[in-house]
């Protein structure tokens, strides 16, 4: 019967390791060497081109836990190979050729003849012991080479070579198990039963328990839940962006990390500040807030940032940097509470803040839009260009006063995010009209007109290159009609603006845009909004100065005339939205019959035509052709009705 033991020498718990450690190390290694992205150009201006600076150089750490941990798991895995490489293995076949020295297959006189000279060199009586090579070790070296001429010359242990593999006969089997033998020895038992009991009845369940309420916290957004609650219970359906701002910062109860910080004097003369620059708006919006610790310090850090206010405490630096990097995770939380409800107000409130963020910029005056070019302040606005009423007359302005700011402001201009809608239009696929039920396609043609740069002059276009341009696009706007894709795609990223202009914001922005059907009237989103982005910059002179973009949904039952209004809301640029009158006309069904030619126009063929003829063979009618006789004699029968009418007249007059 097979005897079982363990393999002492623990190479097979060297193997699993090694299979363990690459199962896991290649494919994360792989991972982090993916290739980076392309990386985009962006406002080229003084303020924005630092801030990237600063930015990049925040997010290089010098080592992240996932390069340790690669680190760590490579050396360890060299270390068990180099251990593998190097092990002496115990399961060795036994082969007397080997031992003995010759080729396999030797004759039974030239072993013989071997042996008598190997005896001679390796009897215990003729070799010295050393140091290096004892009296043991010299005799296990004769045993082994007497064993291995016995057993290709004697009949008896030739046949156990045979049969068993081994000159003694059957062996005990042994079973290589991927564990080291201190572990299964009995003196360590109570040692690995606590660890085990540790790993498997404690910290695995803590592990999992840890994930599985830390998932039952966080919503799909990504907040937590209690934050969740507190804005659906917090927003109305007439709420303003001082209200919003209060909704918002409830969150920051829960979101904010639990680490205990030391008070910090300056956050109180921030809030002093902030009270002496906003007034009464300041003391609403705490109200609407609450009184909770976490509350108060996020709220002041965001309206200090608002109001541009210098920081000079580093761990509220950070604090602030923390804050504002989380806003709009929460916001899309936000949002997506109003949209539930299709808000309209609240929806809007909550996009633009989005902006008011990202320029730094107190939501307030209409003017203060001026405030998001480089290098211009707030207070500044008012007696730089009080005539201004848009970008392009505020640089202007500038450039008359021979102001030295207006170069970077020109640079920011370069790729403003100024949206202009080319085309929109109601489509429904193979249907002329719109009717109650269908599936209609929202359309709009979008590109990005930078203001305040120099127009150019578009190429003249003789009539076949324009008829050319003309059928391209319908082509090209058909596909994209019954694509599935919901926006179409660029010929080429150098069309796009890259990062957008946002000096004050604490990371590297890629401008977007929300597109919203709304109807004012009711206060109420007709369709979930879309998060629009790469709208390319315009680019005159070329096939198709624009992009495509589609929003699907179904036409009301009802028939009837529907004063909708098609919304472009910046989450960038403040003062930048773009809107346009979307009336949608529901027409009865009937209306496409009515509009169908009837049997006979299209049944029969004209005389002159092969189908014609063939019609005439089988003795169905056709249309006849009129020749020029058929003319004279109509325009004669006309002439002789005229006469006819005017001696009828004559004839009454009389």
């Known amino acids: 019967m097979a005897k079982y033991h363990y393999d002492e020498a623990g190479n097979m718990a060297a193997y699993f390791l090694i299979t363990f450690l690459a199962l896991i190390l290649v494919p ?65 076949i036994y082969d007397p050729f080997e031992i003995l020295g010759i080729k396999t297959g030797t004759a039974e006189k030239e072993i013989k003849s071997h042996y008598k000279k190997l005896s001679k060199l390796y009897h215990p009586d003729k070799v010295k012991a050393t ?52 572990i299964v020895e009995r003196k360590n038992n109570i040692w690995v039963l606590g660890i085990y009991g540790l790993l498997f009845g404690g910290a695995l369940p803590a592990l999992v328990g840890r994930w599985w309420f830390g998932s039952r916290q966080k919503t799909k957004d990504g907040v937590n839940a209690l934050s969740a609650a507190a804005f659906f219970k917090s927003l109305k359906e007439e709420s303003t962006l001082e209200e919003v701002i209060g909704t918002f910062g409830k ?149 008359e006063k021979h102001d030295g700011r207006v170069v970077d402001v020109k640079k920011a201009m370069e790729k403003w995010g100024h949206v202009e809608i080319v085309d929109a239009a109601f489509k429904v696929i193979g249907e002329r009209v719109v009717t109650p039920s269908s599936i209609v396609y929202l359309v709009l043609k979008l590109r990005i007109s930078p203001p305040a740069t120099k127009p150019v002059e578009e190429k003249e276009l003789d009539a076949d290159e324009t008829k050319r341009r003309i059928k391209l696009n319908d082509e090209k706007d058909e596909e ?91 989450d960038t640029f403040v003062g930048e939205d773009v809107s346009r009158d979307m009336p949608l006309k529901i027409e009865d069904i009937s209306t496409l019959n009515a509009e169908e030619p009837t049997e006979d126009e299209i049944s029969e063929p004209d005389e002159d035509t092969i189908a014609g003829q063939m019609a005439v063979m089988r003795g169905g009618t056709v249309k006849k052709v009129k020749t020029e006789e058929d003319d004279e004699s109509d325009e004669e029968s006309s002439t002789d009705d005229d006469k006819a009418s005017e001696s009828s007249s004559d004839s009454d007059s009389d």
């Open 28 to 92: 994360v290694t792989l991972l982090s060497f993916t290739p980076s992205k392309k990386s985009l150009d962006g406002c080229q201006c003084k303020p924005c081109v630092e801030q990237r600076k600063r930015i990049r150089s925040l997010s290089k750490p010098a080592l992240s836990k996932k390069a340790y941990f690669l680190v760590f798991g490579w050396s360890l895995l060299g270390y068990v190979c180099y251990k593998v490489a190097n092990a002496k293995l115990d399961n060795k």
């Open 131 to 182: 140091a290096n090579n004892t009296i043991e070790a010299i005799q296990n070296r004769f045993v082994e080479l007497t064993k291995a001429y016995k057993s290709l010359t004697d009949e008896t242990i030739r046949e156990n070579l045979e049969k068993f593999g081994h000159p003694d006969g059957r062996q005990d089997i042994s079973m290589g198990i991927a564990l080291p033998q201190w």
């Open 480 to 570: 994209f009609l019954t694509s599935r894709k919901d926006a179409e795609e660029l010929p080429s990223d150098d069309l796009l603006p890259g990062w957008a202009h946002a000096p004050y914001w604490p990371g590297e922005r890629k401008p977007s845009w929300w597109l919203v059907l709304a109807d004012e009237k009711s206060n109420r989103v007709v369709v979930p909004p879309m998060k629009i982005t790469d709208i390319p910059l315009s680019r005159p002179n070329q096939d198709r100065d624009y992009r495509s973009y589609k929003v699907q949904f179904q036409a009301p039952q009802g028939v009837g005339l529907f004063t909708w209004k098609v919304l472009l809301v910046s």
């Open 251 to 399: 969150a920051f109860q829960w979101e904010l990390s639990e680490k205990k910080s030391k008070p910090v004097p300056e956050l109180d003369q921030l809030e002093k500040t902030i009270k002496e620059r906003v007034g009464s708006k300041w003391d609403e919006v705490k109200k609407l807030c609450g009184s909770d610790a976490s509350r108060r310090k996020a709220l002041v850090l965001i309206y200090a940032h608002l109001l541009r206010l210098d920081i000079t405490s580093s761990s509220l630096k950070t604090e602030q940097r923390e804050i504002l990097l989380q806003t709009p995770h929460l916001l899309s939380a936000l949002l997506n509470i109003s949209i539930s409800r299709n808000w309209l107000l609240p929806t809007l409130a909550i996009m633009r803040l989005h902006a008011y963020l990202a320029q730094a910029l107190l939501p307030g005056s209409e003017r203060l839009r001026f405030a998001q070019l480089p290098g211009i302040k707030t207070d500044e606005v008012s007696t730089l260009a009080p005539r201004a009423q848009d970008m392009g007359d505020f640089v202007h302005a500038l450039e």
